[in-house]
């Protein structure tokens, strides 16, 4: 039975907005838990469909959990995969970063090659170049990737791309390397930051995250450690534009803007105002919207889990503006759905056109991925009329109480399961 949601837009956003735990962040930092024996406390992990799959991978490898109030308490006591974890594995690509911390531990792993999705191919070689180069050997069969090494020795490694996710496997393989690992070209997004800082607790050292070249000084033993997950900042840029869309004025709490540096600046040369506090943001929408040129890049740049969002704000805009997208192949899915909503948008390779209409016109649509689902949501809170949004359960995977919170913010929002709503 698949949800929809039923958004009258037309309906200002006013209040406060508390911003959950950062879904990017929690990942990698439950599985990076996984490379002790010891009990781990993570707090603020986000109450979401990939936080539970992610655990109920972690069980299914031989961990205890237990999760209260947004804290997860996860101790391995030894690792073994088993039971359901490769079904798991298959319906999400985080879980490849599995990998790292079974071969760290284990000496070896086995996991389904996770699959293309909506936004992209999204293959993991640069995972498996890193893994290799610390003496791990790889054989790829049938869909599956088993990867094993009777010792990881510490090397330079070089990334042909800034890839998250290799950043964070190999940094977790790395900690149990022999010696020195230097990643040159890594990424530098502050979820890399936060899980650097959970591994220092663990007692790793891991040096430079955040910056191009890290470094991990491997072989060090890692003992259990307590971590707050950072504020997630794609929610947080989300919201900010929700209100912009719908008209009216919002206060973001427990929040980093220094994690949103290019969104907010991108915004205020839109004409948005914008406050910053300390862990605060004060958004107040503008009376017209200039449009804007954008183009996606790994962090510090223009976060690609953003560029849905803007598009269906620009979508508004008093002008023509144009956004390229650098990071994924294929993440202008959601720009039909936004067209039947009366958005005038022009393809062309990696590229999007907006010519800004006045505004969007009720429509049925359906999510593609997660950060479609922002985008359409947003569209929707600024349409005149009642839009229907289907294949919500995308939404589910990266929004913490979508509904309640922008329903605090003064929006008309209902969540329908599909049976009830063909009634
Ligand atoms: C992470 C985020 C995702 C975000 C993305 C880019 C998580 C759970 N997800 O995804 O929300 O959109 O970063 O900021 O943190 N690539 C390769 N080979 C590889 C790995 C990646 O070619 O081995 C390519 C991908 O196909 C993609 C690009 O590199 O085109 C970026 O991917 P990557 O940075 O790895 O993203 P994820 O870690 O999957």
């Not at 503008?286 to 954008?294: A, G, V």
């Not at 979508?315 to 899915?333: H, P, Q």
């Not at 022009?346 to 593609?368: L, M, Y």
């Not at 329903?407 to 329908?416: E, T």
């Amino acid at each position: 039975m698949e949800d929809k949601y039923f958004i009258e837009g037309g309906h200002s956003l006013n209040g406060t907005v508390v911003v959950s735990g950062s879904k990017n962040a929690s990942l990698p930092i439950l599985v990076a838990s996984l490379l002790t024996s010891d009990r781990s406390v993570v707090s603020r992990v986000p109450y979401l469909a990939d936080v539970d799959n992610m655990l109920k991978m972690l069980s299914e490898i031989g961990a205890q959990i237990s999760y209260q109030d947004h804290q997860v308490i996860v101790q391995a006591r030894e690792l073994q995969a088993r039971g359901q974890l490769f079904q798991f594995a298959k319906t999400m690509r985080a879980s490849f970063l599995l990998m790292g911390a079974l071969l760290a531990r284990n000496g070896s792993g086995c996991l389904p090659l996770p699959g293309g999705c909506a936004i992209g191919a999204r293959p993991v070689n640069l995972h498996l170049k890193g893994l290799a180069r610390l003496g791990a050997e790889i054989e790829i069969d049938k869909g599956m990737v088993a990867v094993s090494a009777k010792r990881l020795r510490g090397c330079e490694i070089c990334l042909d791309f800034p890839s998250v996710g290799a950043t964070e496997n190999i940094i977790m393989a790395a900690t149990c390397a022999q010696g020195i690992t230097t990643l040159v070209n890594a990424a530098a997004e502050p979820e890399i930051v936060d899980l650097a800082c959970f591994l220092n607790q663990m007692g790793a050292r891991v040096t430079g995250a955040g910056s191009p070249v890290v470094q991990i000084e491997g072989g060090r033993p890692l003992h259990g450690a307590v971590h707050s997950v950072i504020p997630d900042r794609i929610e947080a840029g989300t919201y900010m534009l929700a209100a912009v869309a719908a008209g009216g004025q919002i206060k973001l709490k427990q929040v980093i803007p220094e994690h949103l540096r290019v969104v907010i600046d991108k915004l205020r040369e839109a004409g948005v105002d914008v406050d910053e506090g300390t862990g605060e943001l004060f958004v107040q929408a503008p009376r017209d919207l200039s449009p804007l040129i954008i183009a996606t890049a790994p962090h510090p740049g223009f976060p690609t889990d953003m560029q849905p969002q803007f598009t269906a704000l620009l979508a508004t805009a008093g002008g023509t503006s144009r956004i390229t997208e650098t990071v994924f192949e294929n993440r202008f899915l959601y720009v039909q759905e936004l067209c039947r909503m009366g958005a005038c948008i022009e393809s062309s390779g990696d590229t999007i056109i907006i010519r800004g209409i006045k505004s969007f016109k009720p429509a049925q649509v359906k999510v593609t991925d997660l950060r479609a689902g922002a985008a359409l949501t947003i569209a929707a809170l600024g349409a005149w009329g009642e839009t229907e949004i289907d294949c919500i359960y995308h939404l589910d995977r990266g929004y913490e109480d979508l509904e309640d919170k922008l329903s605090g913010l003064g929006a008309r929002i209902r969540r329908v399961a599909e049976q009830a709503a063909n009634l």
